[in-house]
């Protein structure tokens, strides 16, 4: 596909220029670096628009498909939604994640955030390497966000902690979710 693009933009240059049916054979260095540059550009494009995409799918997810999502999938979701709440949000390295899955930023809030895409309670596992994850990426809060729902212990080390939970009922409303 890459290749292709840099022929169409190749094609396109020197067919805008009058150039692509002129008897010289060679190709100057600057028609290839403009070829190049043009491909770089279109190949950006692509990305972000299938990125918008991706995003607008997110959006428009309903619970029924989040429960039928993978974990990074349901990253995937939280971010897009965070986003349109207004946060700036980074996904962290899908291995290694040090505890937090995304970090979301709102004004002087910088948010650790852990995604859990469960089919059962969450325990307080999840809350502890969330509030752990803190000091990695200095934030100065955190939260745990779930399809599912969070065990009383695990409320209770999370209050304890001033760590946010959003579960099911929670993201349906946050999300807007149907």
């Avoid at 974990?71 to 505890?99: I, M, N, Q």
């Avoid at 930023?105 to 969330?130: F, H, M, P």
Wanted: proline share 1%.
């Amino acid at each position: 596909m890459y290749f292709g693009v840099v022929i169409i933009g190749f094609v396109y240059y020197q067919y805008s220029t009058n150039r692509l049916f002129q008897v010289s054979h060679q190709l100057l260095l600057s028609d290839f670096v403009i070829t190049i540059m043009t491909a770089v550009v279109v190949l950006l494009l692509l990305k972000y628009i299938r990125i918008a995409i991706r995003r607008k799918r997110y959006l428009v997810s309903g619970i029924k498909e989040i429960d039928k999502m993978d974990g990074v999938t349901f990253e995937a979701v939280c971010a897009s939604h965070l986003t349109r709440l207004g946060y700036r949000v980074e996904e962290t390295p899908a291995s290694c994640d040090k505890g937090a899955d995304l970090i979301a930023k709102k004004g002087r809030d910088v948010v650790a955030v852990q995604c859990k895409r469960y089919s059962s309670k969450l325990s307080n596992t999840c809350v502890q390497e969330v509030v752990a994850s803190m000091k990695v990426y200095k934030a100065n809060k955190c939260m745990v966000i779930t399809n599912s729902y969070f065990t009383p212990n695990c409320r209770q080390v999370a209050e304890a902690n001033d760590c946010m939970l959003w579960d099911r009922d929670t993201i349906i409303r946050k999300f807007k979710l149907i």
